[in-house]
């Protein structure tokens, strides 16, 4: 017994994520930590910022947290979580559990020393990556990529689109900022040969004063909940894949403490 962390999972939590993290493969020797308590050490490092060689003793041992962080997202674990508890959120809203309208954008980040896959943003005159997210109407993600900052937003936008061909078979219109127009739109009609997908673009008001503008003000508050998590303020991981399942982490422990509540 320990005591416990403000990030620990409490038992109605546990009890909605328990069926839906794999369990100990058949053969070898014994577990020696629990699944509950590896999802808790990761949900500290995520929600803390620490590193992984600064988890606390009473947690389990770094090295096997992060062997499972980075084992469930090659067999697609930290997804199908993510999208299962999406479901059920919407259909607790009382909305179809395939979405029909999304929003998309894009939030740059600086990176650190780690190394890895980034580049420079004129723009925003900063040297990072870009986590491009769709989001449906509740501002739960639907799909996020991680990229260099080097690389347009058009053509990032087209690394989020793409796998509609295969998933999200209701959705018909996406909203995005008025940077995307251009050969996206275009790119955008091919895809409607295949699916009805309409992209629209919102446009900022001419004006002097902080206003907010419509249907993106969803997927900012999506960025503002993943701001919480000390480990996304900035891009600490040499994989891009390692930053996507540290979005789609952030994500299932904000849907868990909706669903407990």
Known sequence: MRRTYPTDLSDVEWSRLAPLVPPPKPGGRPCKYSRREIVNAILYVVRSGAAWRLVPHDLPEWAAVYHYFRRWPRDG???????????????????NTPPSVAILDSQTVKTTNRGGVRG??????????????????LGLPLWVVVHAASEQDRTGAQRVLAPLAHRCFRLRLVWADGGYFGSLAAWLWQLRQHRRVRLELVKHTVQHDF????????????????????????????????????????????MLRRLAQ
């Open 77 to 95: 674990t930290w997804r199908r979580i993510h999208d299962r508890l999406r479901r059920r959120i919407r259909r607790l809203a009382g909305r």
């Open 211 to 254: 206003a907010v503008l419509p249907k993106r003000w969803i997927v900012e508050r999506t960025f503002a909940w993943l701001g919480r998590c000390r480990r996304l303020s900035k891009d600490y991981e040499y994989l891009t894949e390692a930053s996507e399942a540290m979005i789609q982490i952030a994500m299932i422990n904000l």
């Open 120 to 137: 420079y943003e004129a723009a925003k005159k900063v040297v990072g990556r870009k986590r491009h997210i769709l989001v449906a109407a």
